[in-house]
Nanobody, 118 residues
Framework: QVQLVESGGGLVQAGGSLRLSCAAS????????MGWYRQAPGKQRELVAT?????????ADSVKGRFTISRDNAKNTVTVYLQMNSLKPEDTAVYYC??????????WGQGTLVTVSS
């Protein structure tokens, strides 16, 4: 059974850091690319960081140089991390992890809220 559980969000001042974690249960996650997405209030969900099963990474321009994605593959559970440094108020959003690409009907976790105060 597929399950995604995000954690690590919270309230932080601008310039601060947070480390998000995502426990992805299900054998599919060990062989697909994974990503961190975020959705700010009133905006569409956007993809901010990706990592392939082999460890290659890519970042949205808005977070490049500040965020680092990593993953720890196990047989049936993959843990995906997002280290966020130099946080800005515009990083405020609910953060989700999921496979890449996602399709209608794919399961989403509850996300973790990151709030950056100015």
């Amino acid at each position: 059974q597929v399950q995604l559980v995000e954690s690590g969000g919270g309230l932080v001042q601008a310039g601060g850091s947070l480390r998000l974690s995502c426990a992805a249960s299900g054998s599919i996650f060990s062989i697909v690319a994974m990503g961190w997405y975020r959705q700010a209030p009133g905006k569409q969900r956007e993809l901010v960081a990706t990592i392939t099963s082999g460890g290659s990474t890519n970042y949205a321009d808005s977070v490049k140089g500040r965020f680092t994605i990593s993953r720890d593959n196990a047989k049936n559970t993959v843990t995906v991390y997002l280290q966020m440094n130099s946080l800005k108020p515009e990083d405020t959003a609910v953060y989700y992890c999921n496979r890449i690409p996602t399709r209608p009907g794919h399961y989403w976790g509850q996300g973790t809220l990151v709030t950056v105060s100015s």
